[in-house]
């Protein structure tokens, strides 16, 4: 039986992300985020819809994830659904459904420059790009591009 299990969202953080670690050493960081559905209803008013969904981080990716975003941040994540279940102290039980990230791509916020960015090390670390040559003519290419 085939089986798929991955989530894309993308939207804002709802608190600080909480860096933790198990008893191995292994990060684990949990966030909440805020992910925005915007439609028109039948009577073609504009309505629109808040999901709030738990998310899990392990390793590296928890230690990024709590040192470069915090709460209000917009974060594009990519994972998979989990449910997790447990005994209250009561003894019933309870569960909790979440998604663990597998990726994720920081996004910059208005008046950042606007659209993905990269982690603030990567950005520094990258070579500026060379400046473009003159383009040459040639005889062969025709002036006018059709499209």
Known sequence: M?????????????RDPEL???PSGTAVC???????????NSAG????????????AWGRQAETVSKYVSKGHPLF????????????????KRSKMKVVLENMQLISQKGE????????????????????????????IEEDVPF
């Not at 008013?45 to 899990?56: L, Y």
């Open 2 to 14: 085939p089986n798929f299990n991955k989530v894309y969202l993308m939207g804002n953080l709802t």
């Open 20 to 22: 933790r670690a198990t």
């Open 30 to 40: 949990q966030f909440g985020m805020a992910v925005n559905r915007i439609y028109n």
């Open 45 to 56: 008013e504009r309505q629109e819809e808040t999901t709030f969904v738990d998310i899990e």
């Open 77 to 92: 994540v990519e994972g998979r659904l989990k449910l997790d279940t447990w005994e209250n102290k009561e003894g019933e």
């Open 113 to 140: 420059g606007g659209g993905y960015s990269q982690a603030p090390q990567a950005r520094e670390a990258a070579p500026a790009a060379p400046a473009a040559a003159p383009a040459q003519k040639s005889e062969d």
